[in-house]
């Protein structure tokens, strides 16, 4: 049969008081500190997460805005492109409605100059055909 004495109770306490110093001095001060770096381990994702949807939110207004500012300038392109076109055609035209006129007065003014000589050498028609026979034909034509 099993024996019981003194020492055993005695190691039976020891062995409790162990457990308790341990408990106090060692366990819940490891466990304290694994807690702590769990938490700061989930708060630091949960930082992280935050962090990442904050810059994809920054990144998409930027993608946004970035956007907008290629539109604006295409469309700022188009217009200035679309002036320019109008204002050379412009002054195409204005070239062109210069140039007729400038023709139309070179004309007229060829034909007052043709109906003017054509005044002036009509009395002389006479003596310069007179002239050129008598050149032609080496004689004197009366």
Not at 6 to 13: A, E, K, L, N, S
Not at 111 to 128: F, Y
């Amino acid at each position: 049969m099993i024996e019981l004495n003194w020492t055993f109770f005695v190691q039976i306490f020891n062995f409790l008081l162990l457990m308790f110093i341990l408990n106090k001095i060692l366990y819940k001060p490891i466990l304290k500190v694994l807690d702590e770096r769990d938490a700061r381990i989930v708060g630091g994702q949960e930082k992280a997460k935050k962090l990442l949807e904050e810059s994809q939110s920054i990144l998409k207004s930027y993608n946004d805005k970035l956007y907008s500012a290629k539109i604006d300038a295409m469309t700022v392109k188009n217009t200035s492109r679309k002036q320019a076109v109008d204002q050379a055609n412009m002054i195409i035209e204005e070239a062109r409605r210069n140039a007729e006129t400038i023709v139309l007065n070179v004309q007229k003014e060829m034909a007052e100059e043709i109906e003017r000589a054509k005044r002036e050498l009509e009395p002389e028609l006479g003596v310069m055909a007179g002239t050129i026979a008598q050149q032609i034909l080496g004689r004197k034509v009366a």
